[in-house]
């Protein structure tokens, strides 16, 4: 199965950008949507954003909606730019993947996942 490594995470000031990567075992493009999901401590998982397969239909949590982008390259890494940082965005963020044309909203809805990076935003 996949093999997802998250790689960015870190301390960032309240304002501050970021920009996590995912690395997957093998190549996802045209394989497998990607996303990501965020848990901070004593919360429930929650969306962040996902793309199609194909690099298409890109999907974003309110929580984050205007300050973040998502992108991947044509073979195995998938990206997460977050702008505006504030410190409610600390959490530990996850990468997932699963075998479908598009990403889902729900973490029930992917099958593989990343071991997860700490972003922590305060001053």
């Known amino acids: 199965q996949v093999q997802l490594i998250e790689s960015g995470g870190g301390l960032v000031q309240p304002g501050g950008s970021l920009r996590l990567s995912c690395q997957a075992s093998?190549?996802?493009?045209?394989?497998?949507?990607m996303g990501w999901f965020r848990q901070a401590p004593g919360k429930e998982r929650e969306f962040v954003a996902a793309?199609?397969?194909?690099?298409?239909?890109a999907i974003f949590g309110d929580s984050v909606k205007g300050r973040s982008g998502i992108s991947r390259d044509y073979k195995d890494t998938v990206f997460l730019e977050m702008n505006s940082l504030k410190p409610e965005d600390t959490a530990v963020h996850y990468c997932?993947?699963?075998?479908?044309?598009?990403?889902?909203?729900?973490?029930?809805?992917?099958?593989?996942w990343g071991q997860g990076t700490q972003v922590t935003v305060s001053s």
């Open positions: 093998e190549r996802t493009w045209g394989v497998y949507a």
């Open positions: 997932a993947a699963d075998r479908r044309v598009n990403g889902g909203r729900y973490s029930h809805e992917w099958h593989y």
């Open positions: 793309l199609g397969q194909y690099g298409g239909d």
